[in-house]
């Protein structure tokens, strides 16, 4: 499997933004679907944002005005950039990707994940 390593997050104020990096450092598969999820304390998982190996793109209802997600194929990079922050997005957020599923939005359907990287949103 692949070895995905996030980057980006940290501490912003409201209204504020950040953008998240997520490279499979072992550049070892070609992935299909790769997507970005966030758990806050004391909450599920919830998904936030995906991306296919072409040019299909699918955002939480409560994130799509505000966060936009990008793929490079050639350095197995996604990145999620996120503009007018939110409290309520304060999480860890967590990098998949899955070489079956070529869009998927459900965590389980994801076979490789990253190790999260805290989003702290805050005045």
């Known amino acids: 499997q692949g070895d995905l390593v996030e980057s980006g997050g940290g501490l912003v104020q409201p209204g504020g933004s950040l953008t998240l990096s997520c490279v499979d450092s072992g550049r070892t598969f070609r992935w299909n679907a790769m997507g970005w999820f966030r758990q806050a304390p004391g909450q599920a998982r919830e998904f936030v944002a995906s991306?296919?190996?072409?040019?299909?793109?699918n955002l939480a209802d409560s994130v799509k005005d505000r966060f936009t997600i990008s793929r490079d194929n050639d350095k197995n990079t996604v990145y999620l950039q996120m503009n007018a922050l939110k409290p309520e997005d304060t999480a860890v957020y967590y990098c998949?990707?899955?070489?079956?599923?070529?869009?998927?939005?459900?965590?389980?359907?994801?076979?490789?994940w990253g190790q999260g990287t805290q989003v702290t949103v805050s005045s």
């Open positions: 998949a990707a899955d070489q079956v599923h070529d869009m998927t939005l459900n965590d389980y359907q994801y076979t490789t």
């Open positions: 991306h296919s190996s072409g040019h299909t793109k």
